[in-house]
């Protein structure tokens, strides 16, 4: 079984529509993190969080919020959905502690809003 | 703004050359640094990590780090078709946890 899941996996919408985007993790990690990827612009980050009372917002958090349900679910949520919002979606997980820490991403979430 | 810099590539080299990626940071505070492979669609998934000045090599693959010049490298020896995908550096913000991604180089391996 995989590690970090993502649901759902592909999603298309229409503008103005609330969307969920779920994580969910059994490696245990404290530190989860959403980010978004468009051509050319590499992987940005949105929210991140370190355990379910701490949430802080990334470089591009605006029209988006998050809810860390537990240690292992970590959701974002797209409050009204817009065309610049298509992208794919990474959630990804770290351990807590130390500098050398890789992340693990999940198999993303292909949103396309119309 | 700290920031990762990186060629957008396409970077073609043919099947058994060397592919050289490069990749450079403006965080003078950061500590380590990682290589990401990402096939098209795919996740990222993690080929290397470095921390010390020099090279660490791992099978085909060795990065190079310099501290002083903030730059670090990625080398592919015995490059395969199977190499073609785009790498991504990522560097930890220092004392924050985020991690900055470059845009990624797209590398293409010519059978």
Redesign the interface.
Same mark, same amino acid.
């Given at each position: 079984d995989a590690d970090v899941t993502q649901t759902p996996r592909n999603r298309i919408t229409k503008t103005g529509k609330r969307i969920m985007l779920e994580c969910s993790q059994t490696k245990g990690h404290d530190r989860m993190y959403w980010y978004r990827q468009d051509p050319g612009l590499g992987l940005r980050l949105i929210y991140y969080s370190f355990d379910v009372k701490d949430i802080n917002k990334g470089e591009i958090s605006d029209g988006y919020s998050v809810s860390r349900q537990a240690q292992a679910k970590f959701s974002l949520s797209l409050e009204s959905a817009i065309p610049n919002q298509t992208a794919l979606y990474f959630c990804a997980t770290s351990e807590i502690g130390g500098d050398y820490n890789e992340q693990f991403f999940g198999p993303g979430t292909r949103l396309t809003v119309l | 703004q700290k920031e990762v810099e990186q060629n *957008?590539g396409p970077l073609s080299v043919p099947e058994g050359a060397i592919a050289s990626l490069n990749c450079t940071y403006s965080d003078r505070g950061s500590? *380590?640094f990682?290589w990401y492979r990402q096939y098209s =669609? !795919? *996740? +990222?998934?993690?080929i290397m990590?470095i &921390?010390s000045n020099g090279d660490k090599e791992d099978g085909r693959f060795t990065a190079q780090l310099n501290k002083a010049s903030q730059y670090v490298s990625l080398l592919i020896r015995d490059s395969q078709p199977s190499d073609s995908a785009t790498y991504?550096c990522?560097v +930890?913000s220092s004392g924050t &946890? !985020? &991690?900055i991604? =470059?845009? =990624?180089t797209r590398l293409k391996v010519l059978a």
């Open positions: - | *957008s500590q *380590s990682f =669609g !795919k *996740s +990222p998934e993690l990590f &921390y991504l990522a +930890p &946890y !985020k &991690y991604f =470059g845009t =990624g």
